[in-house]
């Protein structure tokens, strides 16, 4: 029974103390609401006031003390770091999000730094939101766009329609990052005819490993111009590319072996950059079975700086058959098998001294060399200064260069590469020491490797040729690196040895630099890819098709480990 209905039965004392107890309540709650909206404020005081201590104690930490200007700086190196994702569940914040999140004095600093907010990755950290609140603080300074992956759908090309095209302009680094050709195809319409007046650095990637049927058309960017565009990096498909004055052109490994691009294509990109192209870096898959070129070979004469691997000639490609590099300073070959090697040995020694003689570098990484290489090739690259060379792969090199030097003692003759004053060793394996000192008859005698490079250090010295430098560089160089320089302490020899992390050989152009531009576009792109990946193993259910890292659909079982390259 209602309280309201039980009035008319209760009598005037009861009614009397009903009453009061309902004053009483009544009184109580409206106390309570006054103490909480009295608790809240109190809070809101402690905070503020908690705030403002923090300001004050935060003015005595020597990071405090700095100018604006110059915290600004640190913002901006800042987002050079390149962290790994560790949380599956969510994207990481964009170091400059994290850094506007300390303190009213760095969002503040920030906040008033454009530059901070000149990186935009749509949509790997920053949805349309986010983009649009970079766009509104970079105040129009020029921008680095990563466009990619999982972009062909119509809200995302509507947005990149109506934001970035409009501000091509605007745009210094451009990075299409895609894993289906038909994103690149949905991509392209959209800046096909646009002009692209700052834009300076151009990556064009492309996953997509799937073979693809018939004649892929050629895709052309830009057709209204990018006259100041100097930095290219292209998978291997078919791509046209403005009239401009590039200087770096690099040819990615994807879309991969299967679906090589073809000699004609690679020559149509090559073309445009020919008159100032200066570094030339082969990776991908070339097509040139049994076919030589129509015509003369494409001529680089500003070319100063060529890599070759060993994949872009697996499909038949000659590269000296189709390009002329008169001035080349520097080769470097990588995963070259013999026959490809010895054709380019083979050209070398026919047309130098007019193609090779300003030839001052030559590298080569886990290439297969020929045991019976003889001096023809020193003779014709007898500028040479600095010589890279694998441990345990090319030790028969280092053979022709200590017999050489040994024959010109004799003989009281100049050696062969004369001018040699760099030697860098490359070690992309740990040494092997039980195989390695299986012939020696000491326990203190020095592995054959260390014992002939030592050999190579003491014959040069004798011949009145020196090294200045001697460079141990790969990913396992530390080891051999520090052995060797006690060799060379025991032996008392006297030579400045430099130990190089970088596994692989790098442009000289981007040496310099903490990272290169376009390795940082490609590690967030896979970064990305791995936590779509690793997110979506952990959250699908049973049996599902996930997303590989490159795009691939793979199946994801919970009870099973999936090793992801």
């Known amino acids: 029974m209602s309280p309201t209905s039980s009035h008319s039965f209760l009598d005037d004392e009861s009614q009397r103390e009903l009453d009061d107890l309902n004053k009483r309540i009544n009184a109580l709650q409206e106390r309570k609401t006054a103490l909480t909206f009295e608790a809240f404020q109190v809070h809101t005081t402690i905070r503020t006031l908690q705030s403002r201590a923090a300001h004050i104690t935060n003015k005595t930490a020597p990071v405090s003390r700095l100018p604006s200007d110059v915290l600004a700086i640190i913002f901006e190196e800042s987002r050079r770091l390149l962290i790994p994702w560790a949380n599956v569940v969510k994207r990481p914040l964009s170091p400059e999000v994290q850094l506007s999140h300390v303190s009213s004095r760095w969002r503040e600093v920030a906040l008033s730094t454009p530059a901070l907010w000149t990186t935009i990755r749509f949509p790997i950290l920053h949805k349309e939101a986010a983009a649009l609140a970079y766009l509104l603080r970079c105040n129009h300074a020029p921008l680095s766009v990563h466009i990619g992956p999982r972009v062909s759908d119509p809200d995302s090309l509507r947005f990149i329609a109506a934001q970035f095209v409009p501000r091509l302009n605007h745009i210094r680094e451009l990075t299409f990052d895609t894993d289906e050709r038909q994103e690149l195809c949905a991509l392209f319409p959209l800046f096909a005819e646009e002009p692209a007046s700052i834009l300076r650095r151009l990556k064009i990637c492309c996953n997509d490993t799937r073979g693809a049927s018939g004649v892929v058309p050629r895709l052309d960017i830009f057709k209204a111009g990018a006259p100041l565009l100097s930095d290219v990096r292209l998978s291997a498909f078919a791509v046209g590319l403005p009239q401009c004055s590039a200087t770096t052109l690099h040819l990615e490994p994807p879309?991969?072996?299967?679906?090589?691009?073809?000699?004609?294509?690679?020559?149509?990109?090559?073309?445009?950059?020919?008159?100032?192209?200066?570094?030339?870096?082969?990776?991908?898959?070339?097509?040139?079975?049994?076919?030589?070129?129509?015509?003369?070979?494409?001529?680089?004469?500003?070319?100063?700086?060529?890599?070759?691997?060993?994949?872009?000639?697996?499909?038949?490609?000659?590269?000296?058959?189709?390009?002329?590099?008169?001035?080349?300073?520097?080769?470097?070959?990588?995963?070259?098998?013999?026959?490809?090697?010895?054709?380019?040995?083979?050209?070398?020694?026919?047309?130098?001294?007019?193609?090779?003689?300003?030839?001052?570098?030559?590298?080569?990484?886990?290439?297969?060399?020929?045991?019976?290489?003889?001096?023809?090739?020193?003779?014709?690259?007898?500028?040479?200064?600095?010589?890279?060379?694998?441990?345990?792969?090319?030790?028969?090199?280092?053979?022709?260069?200590?017999?050489?030097?040994?024959?010109?003692?004799?003989?009281?003759?100049?050696p062969l590469w004369r001018n040699l004053r760099t030697l860098s060793l490359h070690v992309s394996k740990p040494l092997d020491r039980a195989r390695d000192d299986v012939d020696s008859d000491e326990e203190d005698d020095p592995p054959p490797t260390m014992g002939l490079l030592l050999e190579v250090v003491q014959e040069r010295r004798a011949v009145g040729k020196p090294l200045d430098l001697l460079r141990i560089e790969g990913p396992h160089a530390r080891s051999f690196y520090e052995e060797f320089t006690t060799l060379l302490m025991k032996t008392h020899e006297h030579l400045h040895t430099e130990l190089f992390s970088a596994s692989l050989p790098s442009s000289v152009d981007v040496q310099d630099s903490e990272v290169d531009w376009a390795f940082a576009a490609h590690y967030i792109g896979n970064q990305y890819r791995l936590f779509m990946f690793k997110k979506h193993q952990q959250f699908a259910p049973h049996g599902t098709p996930a997303i590989h890292p490159r795009g691939l659909p793979v199946m994801a079982y919970p009870s099973t480990h999936t090793q992801v390259p």
């Open 255 to 414: 879309p991969g072996p299967g679906n090589p691009l073809s000699r004609l294509a690679f020559l149509d990109i090559l073309a445009p950059l020919s008159a100032t192209l200066t570094t030339l870096h082969l990776r991908g898959f070339i097509s040139g079975f049994h076919q030589e070129p129509g015509s003369a070979p494409v001529e680089l004469p500003a070319l100063k700086e060529l890599l070759v691997y060993g994949s872009t000639l697996n499909h038949g490609f000659n590269v000296f058959r189709n390009i002329s590099t008169p001035a080349i300073r520097t080769l470097s070959l990588v995963n070259v098998r013999r026959q490809g090697l010895s054709s380019i040995h083979k050209f070398i020694a026919r047309t130098s001294p007019e193609h090779f003689q300003y030839l001052h570098t030559l590298r080569y990484i886990n290439c297969d060399i020929d045991d019976d290489l003889d001096v023809y090739l020193p003779h014709a690259t007898s500028a040479l200064t600095e010589l890279a060379v694998s441990v345990k792969h090319h030790t028969h090199l280092l053979r022709l260069l200590l017999n050489s030097d040994r024959q010109a003692a004799l003989h009281g003759v100049p």
